[in-house]
Each structure stands twice: as C-alpha cells, then as structure tokens.
C-alpha cells in the first residue's frame, strides 16, 4: 500500500477524535443533540435554504464561512450522501448544519492537494463536529474553502463513523 500524501490523510486523523475533544459529556450531549430532523434529500434541501439565507456561521475554532445557497445542492448530492457512512446520518448532519457547525473544531491544518484547482484558494480546511446519531456521537466534517479575495464558503459535509457508542 502506498504512502498517503499529507492531503489525503484528513480521514485517519479524523478516526482519532473522541467526545471528549469538545469538552464534557454533559456538553458534548447538549452541542451534538440535533434539532430538527431530514430523513431525505427534499427535507434536507428545504432546511438549508432556510440556514443559507441566515447568513454566515461562525466555527468554535472562530472560522467564518457562509452557507451559499447555489453549495445547497453539492451538500445533498448523491455523490456527497455516499461519502457519508449512512445516508440517514448524512441528512441529519445537513439539516442541522447550524448547530453543529458553531461547534467544530478545527484541530489540523492539511496542505492543499496540488493536483485539485486551487486557484484564488487560500486554503482547504477541515472542521469536525459531534452529532448524536444510532445510539452514540457520530463525527461530521465539513471542509471550507477559504478564498484570498472573498467570503469562506461551506463546501462540503460529511457523517464519518462513530465516535463513540452510548
């Protein structure tokens, strides 16, 4: 097997956060509970209008990025529901982009991949949050473009496995 290129590895760093990287169980609890809930990807649709309208979202780690409402569809895209280990898990995490993103924290920094188009990019980064899913707290990311010359823009999401069962 090959060596992974520094830009590869956001997955297996990832594998590495526990509740416990957000604070209490008590907080972790209150931060990961969802507030509303989208089992498809019209009701998933529907709701981040909705969040894309409210303006920007700031990150526990202090990043700012704005939800655009033209990202709306790559967010529920079948491609982007597949990255996600449950397409259930995937929805949720979508619908409550509001809450879970002002709690993520930002705990690597990872060098753009040279080989994507990166221009007017400043970076690719990479924040995590918890998300009470199954019976336990799943792991959602969210990947930022932050640009030199404009707003941060909310590019992806992703439900990655458990963290840690209840």
């Known amino acids: 097997m090959t060596a992974l290129e520094p830009w590869d590895t956001v997955r297996e760093r990832a594998a590495e956060l526990r509740p416990e990287h957000w604070g209490t169980p008590g907080e972790v609890s209150a931060m990961a509970a969802p507030v509303r809930w989208a089992g498809n990807r019209r009701d998933a649709t529907t709701v ?3 969040i894309a309208g409210c303006g920007p979202l700031t990150s526990k780690s202090g990043l700012v990025a704005r939800l655009r409402r033209r990202s709306v569809g790559k967010l529920v895209s079948s491609v982007a529901v597949h990255s996600s280990f449950d397409p259930a898990a995937h929805y949720l995490a979508a619908a409550n982009i ?3 993103f002002p709690n993520a924290i930002e705990p690597w920094f990872f060098e753009m991949n040279p080989n994507k188009n990166n221009e007017g990019l400043k970076a690719r980064r990479y924040l ?9 707290i799943a792991v959602v ?11 941060n823009n909310i590019y992806s999401l992703e439900a990655l496995e458990l963290a840690q069962k209840k």
């Open 98 to 100: 509001d809450g879970l």
């Open 128 to 136: 995590f949050a918890p998300m009470e899913y199954g019976g336990g």
């Open 141 to 151: 990311k969210f990947t930022v473009k932050e640009y030199h010359r404009a707003e």
């Open 48 to 50: 981040l209008k909705e």
